[in-house]
């Protein structure tokens, strides 16, 4: 028997290593590095995620209360999110949707804040 049938019978037996994507959805495992999400109301503008984000995806508008990550930019190493002193940022355990244009999402500081 020759090289080729024997992974044929293989195959022929065994389970697909592929996931039926649309209807099976996948499990992500507990440390998959996900999309930086900012929990704006407990930022204070510093500025320290810039200083730290290797690829400059970030941006920070303190005198407007902005935060903005390209995720174009973004290679999700979670640098921002272990310099972030107020712990407002967080990486999600699923990805972000893909995109056909770049995208920009801006975070705004809503103005009842209580500091």
């Not at 992974?7 to 994507?21: D, E, R």
Request: net charge positive; charged share 30%.
């Amino acid at each position: 028997m020759s090289h080729i049938s024997k992974i044929i019978l293989k195959s022929l037996f065994s389970k697909p290593s592929t996931a039926m994507y649309p209807i099976k959805k996948r499990e992500y495992y507990p440390n998959t590095r996900g999309a930086i999400e900012n929990d704006i109301k407990s930022c204070i503008f510093c500025g320290i995620c810039v200083k730290k984000c290797p690829t400059k995806g970030l941006e920070v508008l303190r005198d407007q209360k902005q935060w903005s990550i390209d995720r174009c930019r973004c290679i999700s190493c979670g640098a921002c999110v272990t310099a972030c002193p107020k712990k407002c940022l967080t990486m999600e355990n699923t990805y972000s949707a893909p995109s056909t244009e770049k995208k920009v999402d801006r975070y705004i500081q809503p103005e009842d804040k209580v500091q």
